[in-house]
């Protein structure tokens, strides 16, 4: 079974948990949004230029380095910030961004695994477990950030939680929680119209599920950012440092609506049959890899404009402030770039500064699917 993404990056919920995962969107049966192509044409004085010698090598085993000589513009995407095993390929390749631009633009090749972190734990197995280092978290205001742990006491408080008597994610005599523990479960709730044996269930994938199909994706992000001159949507938002998708904004309506529980890690990520592994929220740090000297925010990945996106808060756990609608700012150090979003909100940026690389994006404002409890 072969399941092809082909993501091309560009710049910030058909059913990523329901193509369950937790994270993402590939298909609209994936994590896709509502979202308009934005054919954003720049009258910038940015230059497009860039030093077409580059030579970019790949390892044809399982890690690519990148060896380029070109200078990197200030903000713009730096390969050797990926970690270890992020990516299979990378190469420098002609490309078009959505005004018709002709430019050069990373092609980063991906596996739908993250590297160096170990997906999970996602849904408890029984009422009882009310550990929050054995389960993941779920989106609800009530918790900081907009998250709380998806303890046992949480899922028998779902009625409560959602003011629907239906919920019942778990058998009231023995206390297991209904959860999607096969690759055909996971298949049918992962889907916008959840087959009725799968409604309220907690619902998780195995990366084992994975093994026989095809979930690499390929990214193109320009090597040289190009202001737009009208922010664009974001669907797919980018890709982070440990090679994880920066998903769309999950589907939370209609997790909710077939009585599901889209359960996240800790990291703020999950597992589906077409993206594997997916961030939906920057929760934890897990992504948040590349540490500033001057004590800002750190760098947890790149979106679709080729513009870095940073933590949520610096080393002092101070939020930056003055940020722009697409929750972006500029220095003198790191150029233009984005802050993530508080991990309940269900998206990592408000909308793309720079151009994309065309069809991923349109214009317009922030994607629907926010957090529940709304």
Not at 125 to 138: L, M, Q, Y
Request: net charge negative; hydrophobic share 30%.
């Amino acid at each position: 079974m072969r399941i092809s993404n082909y993501r091309s990056l560009v710049g910030v919920v058909a059913f990523s948990l329901f193509a369950l995962g937790g994270c993402v969107s590939e298909s609209s049966s994936d994590d896709t949004t509502d979202s308009t192509t934005e054919s954003s044409t720049t009258d910038s004085s940015t230059d497009t230029d860039t030093d077409t010698s580059t030579d970019t090598t790949t390892d044809s085993s399982t890690d690519t380095t990148t060896d380029t000589s070109s200078d990197i513009v200030l903000g713009a995407l730096d390969p050797t910030m990926f970690v270890d095993g992020a990516f299979t390929s990378n190469e420098i390749v002609d490309c078009t961004l959505s005004d018709g631009t002709e430019t050069q633009c990373y092609e980063i090749v991906t596996t739908g695994t993250p590297a160096e972190q170990t997906p999970g734990p996602f849904c408890p197995r029984s009422t009882t477990d009310n550990d929050p280092a054995d389960v993941g978290i779920w989106f609800d205001e009530s918790g900081t950030d907009g998250i709380v742990d998806l303890t046992g006491n949480y899922i028998m408080d779902l009625a409560v939680t959602y003011n629907d008597s239906n919920w019942k994610l778990y058998d009231e005599n023995t206390l297991e929680v209904f959860v999607t523990e096969t690759l055909e479960s996971c298949d049918g709730a992962a889907q916008p119209n959840v087959e009725d044996e799968f409604k309220q269930h907690c619902v998780e994938c195995s990366m084992d599920y994975l093994a026989d199909l095809d979930v690499t994706a390929t990214y193109l992000i320009p090597v040289t950012p190009q202001v737009a001159d009208t922010t664009g949507s974001v669907s797919q938002v980018g890709v982070a440092l440990n090679g994880t998708e920066l998903s769309a904004p999950a589907p939370v309506d209609d997790i909710l609506g077939n009585y599901t529980i889209a359960a996240f890690d800790d990291c703020g990520g999950h597992i589906n049959l077409h993206q594997g592994y997916h961030y939906h929220a920057a929760a934890g740090g897990c992504a948040e890899v590349g540490t500033q000297d001057d004590g800002h925010a750190a760098l947890l990945g790149y979106a679709l404009d080729g513009y870095g996106i940073y933590g949520m808060r610096d080393e002092n756990g101070d939020e930056a402030t003055g940020l722009d609608e697409c929750r972006g700012e500029e220095d003198d150090v790191r150029g233009y770039h984005y802050h993530a979003a508080s991990p309940g909100e269900n998206l990592f940026i408000g909308c793309f500064h720079g151009k994309t690389v065309a069809s991923d994006t349109d214009a317009g404002g922030p994607p629907a699917g926010g957090p529940p409890n709304q």
